[in-house]
């Protein structure tokens, strides 16, 4: 059966042992692995999995931020000087593609062995165009474009992923604010959906937040697992409706016409 691994489901500034960033494996039947975004601790949450840069053959860019795409580099630079590994592919939409090398990942991996490189040197570039969809291992993926940051001067998008798989639809969002109203078909469609939810104290104008989430209709809730939040004390999720928090670890198996988390008795 086909399986979503989170190799971490915490905010960009979880600290301690218990947690990395959210960043998720998607693994097929077959054993094909999809890396949905690659932070800049992924070397540790792939070990503490059991896995290496050697597993890393497909990967997914939600946006430019260093817990979705820092990890790049390491990833980059170890798959280009091991010779077990292929170039990995790099799926992103092109208005990220456009961005992540200058912005990003150009100033530790612009110069290898003397020579410039590019982003092309280390990846096999699949940038998305304005369709916004793409097929890998014969899942049709398609980008929902959601607003994580807007100053007024300043827009930074990120790209959630909306899917089929063994006839579950399920809908990741990656770091946004929550954008209901204008998705609302998505979040009705989805079978099941991961989202961005923060914890903090002092709420950002950038991430969705518990407070705003919890308003959220019942029928939405119900199928919402919530991720990306930051250390320490969590609200009683299940009490208010939802399915609960991801831990770092969670598996979640999905069969014909069901998700299930691997281990229930985790708190949330």
Known sequence: MAQLLFLGSGSAFTVGADNFHSNIFLITETGKKLLIDCGSDIRFSLNEEGFSHRDITDIYISHLHSDHAG??????????????????????????????????????MGSIEGEIASLESFFNLYSINNNHTFRWQNINFQLVKMIHIDNGTYLMPTYGLFFRINNVKIFITSDTQLCYQPLQNYYQEA???????????????????????VKLPNN????????????????QAKNDGFLGFVKRGDRFLITDNSLKRKHDSIPS
């Open 191 to 213: 079978d099941v959906i991961f989202h961005d939810c923060e914890t903090s104290k002092y709420p950002s104008p950038v991430h969705s937040h518990y407070q705003q989430l």
């Open 220 to 235: 939405v809730k119900e199928k919402m697992w919530l991720y990306g939040y930051q250390p320490g004390e969590l609200p």
């Open 71 to 108: 990890g790049l580099e390491y990833i980059g630079l170890t798959t280009k000087f091991d010779p077990q590994c292929k170039k990995p592919n790099l799926y992103l939409s092109h208005e990220i593609a456009n961005k992540i090398w200058g912005n990003t990942l150009s100033g530790g």
